[in-house]
């Protein structure tokens, strides 16, 4: 059973090389998932389109992906990411 701090799945960790191109143009989660990016070495751009807002994530400084928010994410040279998905608010 699942905690409320444990994410229901998560993606496989990318890196600049392997970040797939549909997160790299718009796109957003589905109602009711909520996404949390979370950096693990280096440095990514996560931009949000309406109403425009960017991010810069790093290790330690994650980024929250609010259900049905279009968004998408340019890495900012070499890094390592994960996106975690819950069906609730997560604690970041």
């Known amino acids: 059973m699942p905690d409320g701090t444990t994410p229901y799945r998560s993606t496989p960790i990318f890196d600049e090389a392997s970040l797939p191109a549909a997160l790299r143009r718009a796109h957003s989660t589905r109602a009711g998932v909520w996404g949390v990016i979370r950096v693990i070495e280096g440095r990514l751009r996560l931009t949000f389109t309406d109403p425009p807002e960017e991010h810069r994530l790093a290790p330690g400084c994650p980024g929250l992906l609010p259900p049905e ?19 609730h608010p997560p604690a970041i």
């Open 69 to 87: 928010r279009v968004h998408f994410v340019e890495p900012l040279g070499p890094m390592r990411m994960q996106v975690d998905f819950y069906d």
